[in-house]
Protein backbone atom coordinates (compact mmCIF):
# COMPACT_ATOMS: atom_id res chain seq x y z
CA UNK A 1 0.00 0.00 0.00
CA UNK A 2 1.17 3.51 -0.69
CA UNK A 3 -0.23 6.69 1.06
CA UNK A 4 -0.15 9.94 -0.09
CA UNK A 5 -0.06 12.96 1.79
CA UNK A 6 -1.21 16.33 0.38
CA UNK A 7 -0.09 19.54 2.15
CA UNK A 8 -0.24 23.51 0.57
CA UNK A 9 -3.00 24.56 -0.12
CA UNK A 10 -5.50 27.41 0.91
CA UNK A 11 -6.94 31.15 0.20
CA UNK A 12 -5.18 33.53 -2.08
CA UNK A 13 -6.05 36.36 -4.08
CA UNK A 14 -6.32 36.13 -7.97
CA UNK A 15 -2.57 36.52 -9.11
CA UNK A 16 -1.24 35.14 -6.34
CA UNK A 17 0.76 31.48 -5.81
CA UNK A 18 0.47 28.54 -4.01
CA UNK A 19 2.76 25.44 -3.84
CA UNK A 20 0.96 22.26 -3.35
CA UNK A 21 3.29 18.70 -1.85
CA UNK A 22 2.40 15.21 -1.73
CA UNK A 23 4.61 12.78 -0.21
CA UNK A 24 4.30 9.04 -0.55
CA UNK A 25 5.08 6.48 2.15
CA UNK A 26 4.48 2.83 2.48
CA UNK A 27 5.40 0.34 -0.03
CA UNK A 28 6.90 2.78 -2.64
CA UNK A 29 8.49 0.58 -4.92
CA UNK A 30 7.80 1.22 -8.84
CA UNK A 31 6.12 4.55 -8.85
CA UNK A 32 5.69 5.82 -12.28
CA UNK A 33 3.57 8.72 -12.75
CA UNK A 34 2.71 10.88 -10.03
CA UNK A 35 0.06 13.92 -10.78
CA UNK A 36 -2.37 16.33 -9.62
CA UNK A 37 -6.46 16.69 -10.35
CA UNK A 38 -8.26 18.92 -9.36
CA UNK A 39 -12.25 18.88 -9.01
CA UNK A 40 -14.58 22.07 -8.73
CA UNK A 41 -18.25 21.59 -7.14
CA UNK A 42 -20.29 20.28 -9.87
CA UNK A 43 -18.02 18.86 -11.94
CA UNK A 44 -15.51 16.23 -13.09
CA UNK A 45 -12.25 15.59 -11.72
CA UNK A 46 -9.79 16.62 -14.70
CA UNK A 47 -6.14 16.31 -14.77
CA UNK A 48 -4.15 19.10 -14.27
CA UNK A 49 -0.28 17.70 -14.70
CA UNK A 50 1.53 14.54 -14.44
CA UNK A 51 5.52 13.69 -14.25
CA UNK A 52 6.61 10.86 -14.84
CA UNK A 53 9.67 8.96 -12.87
CA UNK A 54 12.18 10.18 -15.29
CA UNK A 55 10.73 13.42 -15.47
CA UNK A 56 8.63 13.45 -18.47
CA UNK A 57 5.62 16.67 -17.94
CA UNK A 58 2.10 16.75 -18.71
CA UNK A 59 -0.37 19.94 -18.57
CA UNK A 60 -3.63 20.62 -18.69
CA UNK A 61 -3.85 23.63 -21.47
CA UNK A 62 -5.42 25.66 -18.72
CA UNK A 63 -2.28 25.73 -16.87
CA UNK A 64 0.20 25.65 -19.24
CA UNK A 65 2.79 28.44 -18.59
CA UNK A 66 1.42 29.13 -14.80
CA UNK A 67 1.59 25.88 -13.28
CA UNK A 68 4.92 23.83 -12.66
CA UNK A 69 4.89 19.86 -11.30
CA UNK A 70 8.14 18.89 -10.17
CA UNK A 71 9.49 15.78 -8.48
CA UNK A 72 12.35 14.45 -6.08
CA UNK A 73 12.76 10.91 -6.37
CA UNK A 74 15.09 10.37 -3.40
CA UNK A 75 12.31 12.58 -1.13
CA UNK A 76 9.07 10.20 -3.20
CA UNK A 77 7.64 14.07 -3.32
CA UNK A 78 5.68 15.59 -5.89
CA UNK A 79 5.11 19.80 -6.25
CA UNK A 80 3.13 21.61 -8.24
CA UNK A 81 3.69 25.26 -8.28
CA UNK A 82 0.92 27.65 -8.98
CA UNK A 83 1.44 30.66 -10.27
CA UNK A 84 -0.65 33.57 -11.49
CA UNK A 85 -4.00 32.10 -10.08
CA UNK A 86 -7.27 32.68 -11.28
CA UNK A 87 -10.76 32.00 -9.65
CA UNK A 88 -11.05 28.91 -11.78
CA UNK A 89 -8.82 27.37 -10.35
CA UNK A 90 -10.74 27.03 -7.50
CA UNK A 91 -10.87 23.21 -6.35
CA UNK A 92 -10.37 20.62 -4.25
CA UNK A 93 -6.99 19.04 -5.78
CA UNK A 94 -6.00 15.85 -5.42
CA UNK A 95 -2.45 14.04 -5.96
CA UNK A 96 -2.22 10.63 -7.69
CA UNK A 97 0.55 8.07 -8.26
CA UNK A 98 0.63 4.59 -10.41
CA UNK A 99 2.45 1.92 -8.90
CA UNK A 100 3.62 -0.53 -11.55
CA UNK A 101 3.62 -4.24 -10.18
CA UNK A 102 3.88 -7.56 -11.93
CA UNK A 103 -0.39 -7.98 -11.67
CA UNK A 104 -0.68 -4.40 -13.36
CA UNK A 105 -0.68 -0.69 -12.84
CA UNK A 106 -2.06 0.21 -8.86
CA UNK A 107 -3.50 3.96 -8.48
CA UNK A 108 -3.31 5.54 -5.27
CA UNK A 109 -5.00 8.93 -4.58
CA UNK A 110 -4.31 11.35 -1.78
CA UNK A 111 -6.94 12.92 0.60
CA UNK A 112 -7.32 16.30 -1.01
CA UNK A 113 -6.50 19.71 -0.63
CA UNK A 114 -8.49 22.64 -0.88
CA UNK A 115 -7.64 26.10 -3.05
CA UNK A 116 -9.71 28.78 -2.91
CA UNK A 117 -9.21 32.05 -5.28
CA UNK A 118 -10.89 34.89 -4.42
CA UNK A 119 -11.00 37.72 -7.56
Known amino acids: QVQLVESGGGLVQAGGSLRLSCAAA????????MGWYRQAPGKQRELVAD???????NYADSVKGRFTISRDNAKNTAYLQMDSLKPEDTAAYYC?????????????WGQGTQVTVSS
Open 96 to 108: NADQILFSGTRTY
Open 51 to 57: ITSGGLT
Open 26 to 33: GSIFSINT
